[in-house]
Structures are given as C-alpha cells and as structure tokens.
C-alpha cells in the first residue's frame, strides 16, 4: 500500500511538472488565437447594461467611464470593408444568468434595431435573438453569463455605412447597450 501512495505522488508530481493541467492548454489556445492577424476587440458587458472596454485602441470610438476600473464606454467600432473582426465578449455580473447576461449582434444596415430588440423579449427560448429575423444578423455571440466569454469571428460588410451592433438580452438595448460598425474606405 505504501507503494502505491509513494507512485501516486511521483505520477502527480510529474503530470503536474509536464504541464498536464488543463488551464496551460487553455491559455496556449487563447495566446494562438490572437496571434492570427484578426483584429481582436475585447468586450466587456457589465451590470449597468452597457458595452465596455478596459482600454483605448485604433477603429474604437469611447464614451463616458464606468466604474473605478476606468472602463470605457465603447460607442463605436470603425472598419474597412471586408476587414475580418473578432469580438470577444465577457459578461462581468456576480448575478445569475438568469437576470444578468449578455450577447452582441451586428444587424444588417436596414434593420430597425428597436424594433429588432422588441421582438427579442419575445424569444427566450432562443436567448433572446427573434427566429423570423435571422436575416437582418451579420453575426452573433451566444448570449453569456457573468464570468463567461464567448467570440465571433466575422468580416466587415464590402458596402460603406453604419450597422448597429445591441444586446438583445430585455431591457438592455433600451438601456443604451448598443453601439454602430462604421464601414469605410481608408
């Protein structure tokens, strides 16, 4: 018996020191990610029910600051026609899912975004994001709870103009968790 305890150390001590935990993998990935040559923006959806981010970067446009992290409003993304985007959304709440999370669209450049977000409180079933209007989504994260992340890869629209990007989880459009993609030639 005192065998196989002193071999069960040695066998976690050497899966520990090869790096056999899950989270180096992880943070591997997340690093590989980032390394592809698609502009990453790192979104924040927070309790207030508002888009932010941590820091100031080329192609944002900020508002206001929220909160003694000095996060940042982000009001506005501007991109080139057929530039590839990643968001990458993280949720941060300490409520449940249930009463606070969220999800970031890109609608079409003719979607009525408030009526979009009315027929959200409709769709719960499908977190918020209404069937019979699918068409008028150029991308989409799935709706995230606090502490979660979740990302789109997607590319800019080729036509020149603005999309209007909302979170559709209820109530938060109304509440200003909205912003504009600007297409435009460089």
């Given at each position: 018996?005192k ?30 990610r980032?390394?592809?040559?698609v502009?990453?923006?790192?979104v924040i959806?927070?309790?207030q ?41 993280t ?25 979009f ?14 069937a ?38 209820p109530?938060?459009?109304s ?5 504009v ?6």
């Amino acid at each position: 018996m005192k065998f196989l305890n002193i071999l069960f150390a040695l066998s976690l001590t050497l899966f520990i020191a090869c790096g056999g935990s899950g989270d180096n993998n992880e943070q591997t990935n997340q690093q590989d990610r980032t390394t592809d040559d698609v502009r990453t923006i790192n979104v924040i959806g927070i309790d207030q029910m508002q888009f932010v981010v941590e820091e100031n970067a080329d192609g944002i446009t900020l508002g206001e600051a929220f909160g003694a992290d000095s996060l940042r409003k982000l009001v506005g993304i501007t991109a080139e026609p057929g530039e590839e985007i990643r968001i990458r959304l993280t949720t941060r709440s300490q409520m449940n899912a249930n009463a606070m999370a969220h999800n970031w669209l890109l609608l079409t450049m003719d979607t009525d975004a408030q009526a979009f977000s009315t027929a959200a409180l409709r769709a719960k079933d499908n977190d918020y994001v209404p069937a019979n209007m699918t068409d008028q989504i150029l991308a989409q994260t799935g709706l995230v709870g606090g502490g979660e992340t979740t990302e789109v890869t997607f590319t800019a629209p080729e036509e020149p103009g603005e999309y209007e990007y909302i979170c559709t989880f209820p109530g938060h459009f109304s509440a200003g968790m909205k912003g504009v993609l600007t297409v435009q030639e460089s």
